[in-house]
């Protein structure tokens, strides 16, 4: 959806006066809309017999379509009561406030007992143009109703949510231009200003952008899933890439936003104007300073790498875990200089450069491939001309998993870490303790180390000293009790203060923060930077229509009132 003058200067006129006085009410507002706006249930609603206490009669046939693709994250992302995780549609402080599958067995009839709302929106409005988020938002001061954004519902703290909301769902805000010399609008025409860039409608998804750049000879720098959406949560929170140690974060690419702030205004946010809008947008977190509806980001010229991909048999004492992770902990500084960028686990990693050749490479990690094959693993370490080839053959098929209840738990962990025979033990500590109790060891190794061009941006300042972001999630199953959610919710807080213990004063990437910290302001963004966005928010959104859990002008007391009400 590109914006012309014309539409723009419609847009300043545009007034939204239906909802005056006692005509505030959803009826009157779906009345302005043409009735679009619809009553959203949960996705595997059509599989039960009883919803919200009332009988009712189950779709087998549409129940077998979510069955059979519960796993799908394409499924999830193209419907409007899709989201990816279940903490973002259960009420996790009600066990019996849910409607989910099995999702280790989406056939389990067992779990066919009944289906609540949880924390599914009420209501949802399909964003086709401008004017729908204004008059939600009109709507939303008027009647006290509280708004949900969602694009892809990749947003593992559940903000994309929000039992009793108005969700706003943008997926379908799909356009997608290349501009080989972008300016900024409002910016001087020159070298100096211009960019190679692509814009991207607010719903258009990792994987319709890389085909995209590669149409047009051009790479996008962007994260591992295919289905999170590029100017939602991915480029507003921070956006980490596995090529972001040489070519930096999202928010260090994103050029303009075209964006509904919560005062109903139409604004592009830029380095030229709406400077505090945009330093806001560059890390402040999705759903908070307003609605995108286009978004433009600097890509590269086609670049081509080198890949380690290399896996090995645990065995079953899984004892050959620590000292893989130890060549890991031993080596990762010196990697990050050489441009390495990827994610690894216990007993597998694949990574990315593209400062090394084939035979620098392979010099390079010659410690850790010898390891892997001792064990009786595989080593491939290869060229590859393009992004999008990397991406159909490794990160399609290793995509996340989805379906399941994950509450992300992320630490940046610093280079002065790794500098210290201390911090290195400290670390190996960490992975020991991890291993011993079952827990999965995953961790990112892409901290922007080698990006040069930094400008403002207000996600935490400890991304620009990162070598990794080291992982402790949190999971329970689909028929968890609370005892049994408030025990995973405890091991998790333990790990979330021994991450921090050896990374002091170092942050979080606060889109995998997790979600139950409790120094959640300085922890995210920085207590500076935490203030300075405060100051923001109260000048776009006055009103706090946006609200979403540990967002930007959230409020402690708020924590009783929503569905993570038992563990704070």
Not at 17 to 29: E, K, L, N, P, R
Not at 78 to 98: H, K, L, T, V, W
Not at 269 to 278: I, R, S, T, V, Y
Request: with cysteine; glycine share 8%; aromatic share 12%.
């Amino acid at each position: 959806m590109a914006l012309t003058k014309s539409s723009v200067a419609l847009l300043a006129f545009h007034t939204l006066s239906v909802f005056a006085g006692d005509s505030c009410t959803i009826d009157s507002f779906n009345a302005t809309l043409d009735g679009r706006v619809q009553p959203l249930k949960p996705l595997s609603l059509p599989c039960f017999s009883s919803y919200n206490g009332n009988s009712r009669a189950p779709d087998q046939s549409a129940c077998n379509a979510i069955q059979r693709d519960y796993s799908d994250a394409f499924l999830r992302a193209n419907s409007a009561n899709g989201f990816m995780y279940n903490q973002i549609e259960e009420c996790a402080s009600d066990p019996r406030n849910q409607c989910l599958l099995d999702y280790t067995n989406p056939f389990n009839t067992q779990a066919l007992e009944s289906c609540h709302q949880g924390n599914v929106p009420s209501f949802s409005l399909e964003i086709k143009k401008a004017e729908d988020a204004m008059e939600a938002f009109k709507f939303s001061r008027c009647s006290g109703t509280p708004l949900s954004i969602k694009s892809s519902g990749h947003d593992l703290l559940g903000r994309s949510s929000g039992r009793g909301s108005l969700n706003l769902w943008t997926r379908n805000l799909r356009s997608l231009q290349y501009t080989p010399n972008f300016i900024p609008a409002g910016c001087d025409a020159g070298a100096s200003s211009e960019y190679r860039a692509v814009t991207v409608g607010g719903g258009v998804n990792l994987d319709e952008a890389y085909r995209f750049a590669h149409d047009h000879n051009v790479t996008f720098v962007g994260g591992y899933a295919p289905t999170v959406s590029v100017g939602g949560g991915w480029a507003q929170a921070g956006g980490h890439s596995i090529l972001s140690p040489v070519y930096g974060l999202g928010i260090d690419r994103a050029l303009e936003y075209k964006v509904i702030t919560p005062d109903g205004q139409y604004r592009i946010a830029n380095e030229c104007q709406h400077q505090d809008l945009f330093w806001a947008l560059r890390g402040g977190g999705g759903g908070t300073f307003g609605l995108v509806l286009e978004s433009t980001h600097k890509v590269e010229p086609r670049v081509s790498f080198v890949s380690a991909v290399v896996e090995f048999p645990l065995q079953s004492d899984s004892r050959n875990v620590l000292p893989f992770l130890d060549i890991l902990v031993n080596n990762s500084v010196k990697w990050a200089h050489e441009g390495w960028g990827g994610h690894f686990r216990a007993n597998s990693l694949i990574n990315i450069t593209p400062l090394l050749s084939l035979s620098e490479a392979k010099d390079s990690l010659a410690e850790l491939a010898a390891y892997v094959r001792s064990q009786g693993g595989t080593v491939a370490i290869e060229e590859f001309a393009d992004w999008l080839g990397f991406y159909e053959r490794y990160v399609i098929p290793n995509a996340v998993e989805i379906g399941d209840t994950h509450f992300p738990n992320t630490r940046l962990v610093p280079k002065a870490v790794f500098e210290t025979a201390e911090g290195r033990k400290n670390l190996m500590d960490f992975f020991a303790r991890q291993v011993s109790q079952g827990g999965v060891v995953y961790v990112q190794e892409e901290g922007p180390l080698l990006y040069r061009d930094v400008k403002p941006t207000s996600a935490t300042p400890a991304w620009r000293e990162a070598v990794w972001a080291v992982t402790a999630d949190g999971f329970w199953a689909w028929n968890s009790t609370l005892e049994e959610r408030k025990q995973s919710v405890s091991q998790m807080n333990e790990m979330t203060e021994l991450m921090e213990a050896i990374t002091p004063g170092s942050g979080t990437y606060g889109a995998e923060g997790n979600p139950f910290t409790k120094n959640w302001q300085e922890a995210w963004w920085g207590r500076e930077n935490y203030d300075q966005l405060l100051e923001i928010k109260a000048k776009y959104d006055p009103d706090r229509l946006l609200n979403c859990w540990k967002c930007v002008g959230w409020e402690e007391s708020e924590a009783q009132d929503s569905c993570f009400a038992s563990f704070e």
